[in-house]
């Protein structure tokens, strides 16, 4: 993979940023290029488990298209945090394999292409996307709030604000930009909201949180056709945001074998 030191690119988007107005857009009347859907992932890390040689950990689940066929589904972690954890428990249940392997950063946008690759060749690896159960929580919790009574939430949420006369999309201003943040941490967009609320007190009785699928989102930008899309941005969480700072240029550079993995 060889997109870490772009990452640090996303790191000051939250601190710095302006709150903006409110984008009017719909998001349901809103196709990107595969080029900039790569550039909406790209700067958003999530995190593999790999032997030495770079070769991701791999399960075979039922083909359900074919119950005598299995399909080989690597695990793709929102949270480091939750990769090792998952790695520490694998040491204790089979020592032999847990010593193998290790957790790997990779980009979002580079699982997105390796998985469009995948799709249609008959032995293609599967990734499946392991959310954050604090975030899943959270975003169950919003759905019965708004009303919507689900079991469970499927997918890893996406957090975005909405609000005003127009019931529009919160924005922030980067370069001189309107962009609608989505979040990946619920904390982190509700203190977006907060300070909206201070600035503009009279309409913030308006403003409400909504939980999107980050599947869905993909699903959007592939299948819709509006230039619009192009105001959203992928905000990590704050967890990721956290391992960003921790990456420099020069580490990047310095090692670049880690970068391919």
């Known amino acids: 993979m060889k997109s870490l030191i772009r990452w640090s690119a996303t790191v000051g988007l939250v601190g710095t940023a302006l709150l903006g107005s409110f984008f009017t857009g719909n998001l349901k009347a809103l196709a990107l290029t595969e080029q900039e859907i790569l550039q909406k992932l790209q700067p958003v890390p999530v995190f593999t488990i790999t032997d030495a040689q770079g070769a991701p950990l791999v399960a075979s689940v039922p083909n359900q298209n074919n119950q005598n066929q299995g399909v080989s589904v690597a695990g793709v972690f929102m949270s480091q945090r939750d990769a090792q954890a998952f790695v520490n428990k694998l040491k204790e249940e089979n020592p ?3 010593n193998q ?5 990779v980009s ?3 699982v997105y292409q390796l998985d469009k690759q995948n799709q249609n060749r008959p032995d293609g690896l ?3 996307f392991i959310p954050v159960q604090q975030e899943v929580q959270s975003a169950q919790a919003l759905l019965n709030q708004n009303g919507q009574q689900t079991q469970e939430f499927r997918g890893v949420p996406l957090f975005v604000a909405k609000g005003g006369e127009s019931r529009g999309y919160l924005t922030i201003e980067e370069n001189g930009q309107q962009v609608i943040p989505f979040f990946f941490d619920k904390a982190q967009l509700q203190r977006m909201v907060d300070r909206f609320k201070e600035q503009q007190p009279n309409l913030a009785s308006t403003v409400e949180i909504q939980v999107l699928s980050l599947e869905g989102v993909i699903a959007t930008l592939q299948t819709q056709n509006n230039p619009q899309l192009n105001n959203i941005v992928l905000v990590p969480s704050e967890e990721s945001l956290n391992f960003l700072r921790s990456l420099t240029p020069s580490s990047g550079q310095n090692n670049p074998q880690r970068g391919q993995q």
């Open 108 to 110: 979002l946008g580079e």
């Open 126 to 128: 599967d990734f499946a």
């Open 101 to 105: 392997v290790q957790v790997v950063p």
């Open 96 to 98: 032999q394999l847990g």
